[in-house]
């Protein structure tokens, strides 16, 4: 359910815009979808060790944005473009 609210126009916590319109962004978006997808295929299983492999997925999904967008030594530079 996140997928459609990342892709929202916002301000990021530095008043800067997200770049919900690069290319980028909406790879790690749909990612983070799959993510929820396979999360959810998962919790149907019953199985505790596919739900736990699915949040490694899910934390793999967040991580490949906040690695370039948020996860910056300057916070002025968070969701500033590469």
């Known amino acids: 359910e996140i997928g459609p609210v990342l892709i929202q126009p916002r301000r990021c916590e530095n008043g800067k815009p997200a770049p919900v319109d690069r290319t980028d962004w909406k790879q790690y978006d749909q990612g ?3 993510a929820g997808r396979a999360a959810y295929r998962a919790s149907q299983t019953r199985s505790k060790d596919a ?5 490694n997925v899910i934390s793999d999904a967040c991580a490949n944005c906040h690695r370039v967008y948020r996860d910056v030594a300057n916070a002025a530079m968070r969701c500033t473009p590469p």
Request: glycine share 0%.
């Open 32 to 34: 983070v979808v799959e």
């Open 51 to 55: 739900v736990s492999e699915a949040t």
